[in-house]
């Protein structure tokens, strides 16, 4: 597959390949190995269903097939352990592509990877509300969903065990006081909210709550989540998804926090990327931030505020526990929107410091209604296998495949 037209800028990391996906840009990624054969599962943006790619040449790229997803309904996020896929429904919030008043479909559902090339579903999961966004499976029985269940204020967490995947059940729930408007809750601040999904470490869930802060919480008791501590972020840093990743290291008690950019043309308080130290899990503490992302030489832009679309952080590499993805915990990959794909080396955490960077060409063609301000590169979403090859998604682009030049 030739690579999209116009330039791109790049620093230690190369593309080696590309798959258009007939026109429907990636989001979320997953992967799953079956045998010697590797494949990549995405949700996909302005087109409600599931692409599958054969990614066991990383530099040719086999497009499989696309499965329809339910109309009006965003399909974007999908996890993938031990044989079997979680998908997600979920309401189509207003400006993405919805069609007001339709009916949309919500909730999770099961599958079975038997047949990499042919998953079939086993069970689905609803919420009762607006459905589900980024869900959190690393293998077993409980699902760690990010919920909008009806009568609350923004995503809560809900844990359902899918031990019998053909009629997954909520186990709890959690969410932060004054979610609850059904029950008379009021007051909490206006972006509170799970959003970019819990992330598990033995009796733990790290939870990115948005404008609510980073939380920990003790998951000993499925049945009984208890908060174990918070750390708020919002002020000084935006407060719509001022958490939107927290992802701990299992060697070193950090853990990789971002935010998201959400206004085009940095029209909010700053984002972020920082490390919390957890060593007292009742006082986490921010230790360090990210250096800036800045253009690279010969931009026709100062910043990359100036380039149009949005900049900042999105979504992190993130292991799970997975054999076929890549465990480094000295290195973060890191979408930034317009300045593409970053590396940070956190081997030192008091001093993260970028290693590599990739942009890739501003798309020729619109295929969905963002950006709004100018047709520019957003990076989405990146996932890194265990053999070193990374996958990178975009609102307008298919999806690149790179390498690191170094380690």
């Given at each position: 597959m030739d690579f999209p037209p116009g330039e791109s800028f790049s620093h230690n990391l190369e593309a080696i390949g590309?798959?258009?996906?007939?026109?429907?840009?990636?989001?979320?990624?997953?992967?799953?190995?079956?045998?010697?054969?590797?494949?990549?599962?995405?949700?996909?943006?302005?087109?409600?269903?599931?692409?599958?790619?054969?990614?066991?040449?990383?530099a040719r790229p086999r497009f499989v097939r696309f499965i329809d997803g339910p109309a009006n309904t965003w399909t974007l996020?999908?996890?993938?352990?031990?044989?079997?896929?979680v998908t997600s429904f979920e309401r189509i919030p207003p400006g993405w592509g919805d069609r007001p008043g339709a009916p949309f479909e919500e909730g999770f559902l099961v599958w079975d990877l038997a047949d990499p090339e042919d998953p079939k579903p086993l069970g689905?999961?609803?919420?009762?509300?607006?459905?589900?966004?980024?869900?959190?499976?690393?293998?077993?029985r409980y699902v760690y969903a990010?919920?909008?269940?009806?009568?609350?204020?923004g995503h809560i967490l809900e844990i359902v065990d899918i031990d019998d995947p053909t009629h997954p059940r909520e186990v709890s729930r959690w969410w932060k006081k004054g979610q609850w408007i059904a029950g008379g809750e009021s007051g909490a601040s206006a972006g509170t909210l799970l959003h970019?999904?819990?992330?598990?470490?033995?009796e733990r869930a790290y939870l990115p709550y948005g404008a609510g802060g980073f939380v920990i919480l003790d998951v000993s008791d499925k049945k009984k989540p208890a908060l174990v501590s918070e750390l708020p972020f919002a002020p000084p840093f935006q407060a719509h998804i001022?958490?939107?990743?927290?992802?701990?290291?299992?060697?070193?008690?950090l853990v990789v926090v971002n935010s998201e950019a959400i206004a085009e043309n940095c029209d909010e308080p700053l984002g972020y990327a920082g490390l919390v130290d957890i060593s007292n899990e009742e006082r986490p503490r921010l230790v360090a931030l990210f250096p800036l992302p800045q253009p690279p030489e010969g931009a026709p832009y100062r910043n990359f505020c100036e380039k149009g679309g949005r900049f900042g952080p999105h979504n992190q590499h993130q292991w799970q526990y997975q054999d076929a993805l890549l465990h480094d915990e000295d290195r973060?990959?890191?979408?930034?929107?317009?300045?593409?794909?970053?590396?940070?080396d956190i081997s030192d955490e008091r001093l993260p410091r970028e290693i590599a960077w990739f942009i890739p060409p501003d798309p020729r063609e619109r295929r969905g209604p963002l950006p709004r301000t100018r047709l520019v590169c957003?990076?989405?979403?990146?996932l890194v296998d265990a053999r070193g090859n990374i996958y990178l998604s975009d609102k307008n682009h298919g999806i690149y495949v790179l390498r690191l030049n170094r380690a």
């Open positions: 590309y798959a258009d996906l007939e026109g429907r840009p990636a989001f979320k990624l997953a992967l799953h190995r079956a045998g010697s054969r590797w494949y990549l599962y995405t949700g996909t943006f302005w087109h409600p269903g599931l692409t599958i790619l054969e990614v066991s040449d990383p996020q999908v996890q993938i352990a031990e044989g079997r896929m689905r999961f609803r919420t009762g509300g607006a459905g589900t966004h980024r869900n959190y499976y690393d293998g077993g990010t919920c909008l269940p009806e009568g609350y204020e970019g999904g819990a992330y598990i470490r033995g001022a958490v939107h990743t927290a992802q701990p290291l299992t060697g070193r008690e973060v990959f890191l979408t930034y929107f317009n300045a593409g794909l970053r590396v940070f957003q990076s989405e979403d990146v």
